[in-house]
């Protein structure tokens, strides 16, 4: 459900983009994460550090894109997120020992503990160069191919890459994991 919740600018980006233009769903992805911050934080009195990248994010890419009129800065907002998703697990983990990968999965997941520092470190890397490789993949569609594209990029085919590399982080993690004697 968090996962369908956290689709919901991108969804209402890609209808008003239909409905309209990119200037219109840029302004309706930047009221509707402002609307779900809110919401989150009226439901749980919390917000995650990445809802507020994402919302800073939004709001000055957003800002730059209706104020210079240049559809640019929406398009280089999903990279640069991206970008610094990757570099945030890479330097994290490289030079301060913290893996976040871990930190997000750990209490849900227990794995086999003669391989748990390596497999963490694996799955933190890969997150690392899935991450890198979206945001070079969204500045491959966003300027190769046409605004309508990268639109529809934007919403089915990066969340379907996403979705089929959780599908896969889960079959390779699960041969790792410690299961319970039945």
Avoid: C
Avoid at 22 to 36: C, D, R, S, W
Avoid at 81 to 94: N, P
């Amino acid at each position: 459900m968090k996962f369908l919740f956290d689709l919901f600018p991108i969804i209402l980006f890609f209808v008003a983009f239909k409905l309209g233009d990119i200037y219109t769903a840029t302004i309706v992805a930047m009221v509707a994460t402002i609307g779900q911050i809110l919401w989150v934080y009226y439901r749980h009195r919390k917000i995650d550090a990445m809802q507020w990248v994402s919302l800073v994010m939004i709001v000055v890419f957003g800002s730059l894109t209706i104020f210079l009129h240049d559809k640019t800065f929406i398009q280089l907002k999903p990279t640069a997120l991206y970008w610094l998703f990757s570099g945030a697990l890479f330097i994290s983990a490289q030079f301060f020992q913290k893996n976040w990968i871990q930190v997000l999965m750990g209490k849900q997941v227990t794995l086999k503990a003669g391989s748990a520092h390596s497999v963490w470190h694996r799955l933190n890397m890969a997150w690392a160069i899935f991450f890198l490789i979206m945001g070079a993949l969204n500045l491959y569609i966003a300027f190769e191919y046409s605004e309508e594209t990268w639109v529809n990029f934007k919403l089915f085919g990066s969340t379907g890459l996403l979705l089929a590399f959780v599908i896969l982080q889960g079959v390779w993690l699960s041969k790792h994991m410690e299961h319970p004697s039945e």
